[in-house]
């Protein structure tokens, strides 16, 4: 699915009938309002997000998304949302969800797409089933935009039901396993009730039974990917940076143009400003320059007709010119300027006003890591300050009796620690602060004192190390001892261990992850499970991007565990992509990690790759 094809729509355009009249979106729920809580969860699934809203209009703009009112009048019920949505929105499909529905699937753009085009419908819609009884929930739909002048119709017609319509669509019901996840909250000791509950964060337990088959001996990456961004929650504190210290940052609202765009039509030539219509087909043109126009300091004039005005590229277009000869394709004789026909067309070389950015538009979305280009965007736009998420703060600790730290002596069957550098080096690249807690012996109370100074101080902790079967390994027992933590198999090389958790001390909590031991597997399973999670908990949306290249020679492989192999990516003779593996695999050789410059990632159900086939490589440089 491609989910730049589709917008989504929150409906909170209803009267509140049912909860005395008041606005049910804006209404507080898990520490924020109901609305906040459907946005985060559809925000993830779409393109962009809006909200119908006949009330409370700027309270919800606040939220740093368009918002929609209905068109027709009287509070035509959802359907005129749908309406509204469906002539606003500027992609191929819209996605509807009600303000009152917390809990709505992660999965919902996805699977409703993928119904909609197996049955090749207009419409998707979810159903569940619950004691054997089939609910629909037209709110919860995916429809093509369309289909606007139908539901118009309907509209016009009087009709209100928001399945009224159906008879003349072709819709596709898509069963839905969660009947819970589409609970709307109708009433104000509903949702009291509900908020309660809901404060308490959710347990391993809850997030795993979601999952159809879970064994946590033989756990497929994707699964334990899955369970860890379902448990992992944004950490919602934000503050104000000024431009150039939001480098690298992520955006904690969208970024509202105060102005277009360029502000003026300008030039994008040195050349001349002429009128189109001054331009004969089949005959050269003559026209008088009656002056200059320079970037920053425009010609006050109005051309006339047969007159044109020499122009540098950025300067605003004199009155009444429409479109720039560049200067080498012109011969000029005096005041007089040549041009012979057909050397350009009527607008070209001309820039709008508002073309790169129209003002009261979104220049940058929420979750954006800032880049050099968004910085000077930023700038274009005349914004000193930046709202961003305050830095998720990482402790992390490298667990063993084996392990010296630099500078001290390398005793008998004693090895440096690398593992703490090399997760040094990857959170400083995401942005993290960093408190680094040194080496902690295999020792029960170092273990828990080390775990303990770790969640009261920060908002993740990374260890390495003892989460093997390992006999001096304690730090399975302590870990689960702090909190709710689960340890993996995954069906991965290299790097099956993994835990993975919450734990809790002192009223504090963090989430951990407890990474295998060996210094290649570290490097993996931060990659492939803790990078997507910390930017989760910083807000961004940053997915670890795959590019396709072609294997230079065969891969062996057995299917049925994803296998992560360090390669080297160049460039071939015919100037293709092509992979080489790196000579030694072993998951404690961190030379064949430094060596390489990408990873192969073979797939579960991939077996070995013959030769000139095509592989997914993460490459490591860009890896933020
Ligand atoms: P463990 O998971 O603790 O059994 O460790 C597995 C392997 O990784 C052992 O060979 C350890 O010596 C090695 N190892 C564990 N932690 C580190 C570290 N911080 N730096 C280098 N090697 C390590
Ligand atoms: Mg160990």
Known sequence: MNKESISGLILAGGRGTRMGHVDKGLQPFGGTTMVAHVLARLEPQVATVAINA??????????????????????AGPLAGLQAGLRRCATTYLLTAPCDSPFLPADLAERLHEGLRAAGADLAVAVTEENGRRQVHPVFCLLKTDLEPVLSAYLN????????????????????????????????????????????PPRLADVVSCLSAYDPDALPVRDAQRIIRDFVTPVRATEMVALRAALGRVLAADIISPIDVPSHDNSAMDGYALRGSDLPVDAPARL???GTAYAGRAFDGSPRPGECVRIMTGAVMPA??????????????????????????????????????????????????VRPADLGLLASLGVAEVPVQRRLRVAFFSTGDELRSIGQPLDEGCVYDSNRYTIYGMLQRLGCDLIDMGVVRDDPQALEQALRDACE??????????????????????MARLGDVTFWKIGMRPGRPLAFGRIHSNGRSAFLFGLPGNPVAVMVSFYFFARDALLRMMGADAPLELVRARAAATIRKKPGRTEYQRGILTRAADGQPTVT??????????????????????HDEQGTVQAGELVDVLLFEGLI
């Open 457 to 478: 101080n920060a908002d993740a902790i990374i260890t390495s190390g003892g989460v093997s079967v390992g006999a001096a390994d304690y730090t399975k027992q302590i």
């Open 54 to 75: 006949n009330r409370n209009e700027d309270t919800y703009a606040a939220y740093g998304v368009p918002v929609w009112p209905d068109e027709t009048q009287d509070y």
């Open 157 to 200: 017609g009087g009709g209100r039901r928001m399945d009224g319509w159906y008879p003349q669509i072709k819709v596709a019901e898509v069963l839905f396993d969660d009947a819970d996840a589409f609970r709307n909250i109708n009433t104000l000791d509903e949702l009291r009730a509900l908020d309660t509950a809901s404060t308490r």
């Open 581 to 602: 593996i790196t000579g030694s695999q072993g998951s404690g050789i961190l030379r064949s990690m430094s060596e390489a410059n990408c990873m192969v990632v073979l």
């Open 320 to 369: 009444g010119c429409d479109s720039v000869v560049p200067q080498e394709f012109v011969s000029v004789d005096g005041d007089t300027m040549v041009i012979a026909p057909g050397t350009i067309r009527i607008g070209d070389n001309r820039r709008l006003a508002g073309e790169d950015l129209r003002s009261g538009s979104a220049a940058l979305r929420a979750g954006k890591v």
């Open 288 to 290: 008088t320059v009656i």
